[in-house]
Nanobody, 124 residues
């Protein structure tokens, strides 16, 4: 069992930055692939970024490539999402998720555990 708690969301102006954190419980955190997804009002939850258990491989949605960076610290059981050059269309609830198989980290249904989400609002 893995419990995930996101933090770091908030209100920011377009062009600004935020850093999201996801703290995980459990001693097996380092064996999970980790991902960030987001859901805007009236839309489906979509993939944002993911990272392999070792941190050697990262994956990004085209919409955030070059602006967002995912990283992890296995010693702290934490995964991060650095978001730069934010746009109003980045406004959403951001969710952290853990994938035990870590084979297709860009696929939402592959994930086993989810956090409660943190709101990110980007004003124009």
């Amino acid at each position: 069992q893995v419990q995930l708690v996101e933090s770091g969301g908030g209100l920011v102006q377009a062009g600004g930055s935020l850093r999201l954190s996801c703290a995980a419980s459990g001693r097996t955190f380092s064996s999970y692939g980790m991902g960030w997804f987001r859901q805007a009002p009236g839309k489906e939850r979509e993939f944002v970024a993911a990272i392999s258990w070792s941190g050697d491989s990262t994956y990004y949605a085209d919409s955030v490539k070059g602006r967002f960076t995912i990283s992890r610290d296995n010693a702290k059981n934490t995964v991060y999402l650095q978001m730069n050059s934010l746009k109003p269309e980045d406004t959403a609830v951001y969710y952290c998720a853990a994938d035990r198989s870590a084979k297709r980290l860009w696929i939402r249904d592959e994930y086993d555990y989810w956090g409660q989400g943190t709101q990110v609002t980007v004003s124009s």
